[in-house]
């Protein structure tokens, strides 16, 4: 993972010990930061939709774990 990469990216939500990013409340206030920054916000499936409504969203199926996030280009 370079830092670029990250510089470019935030990450709401609960890390799961199973490194599954689960979903929480309000969303949206984070994403319109996220979009006004220019960064990339990365949340769980279930706050995709709230997440879309500030900034184009790109859903990645089935559960989201870091792992997953990091391997994407």
């Known amino acids: 993972m370079d830092a ?4 470019k990216h935030e990450v709401l939500g609960e ?9 929480v409340d309000e969303a949206l206030p984070a994403a319109i930061v996220a979009a006004r920054d220019r960064r990339i916000l990365i949340v769980a499936s279930a706050n995709s939709e709230e997440a879309a ?6 859903r990645c199926p089935g559960p989201l ?5 990091w391997q994407r280009p």
């Open 4 to 7: 670029q990469f990250l510089a």
């Open 15 to 23: 890390l799961a010990i199973t490194g599954e990013l689960r979903d």
């Open 65 to 69: 774990t870091l792992p997953k996030v």
């Open 53 to 58: 409504l500030a900034q184009p969203a790109r």
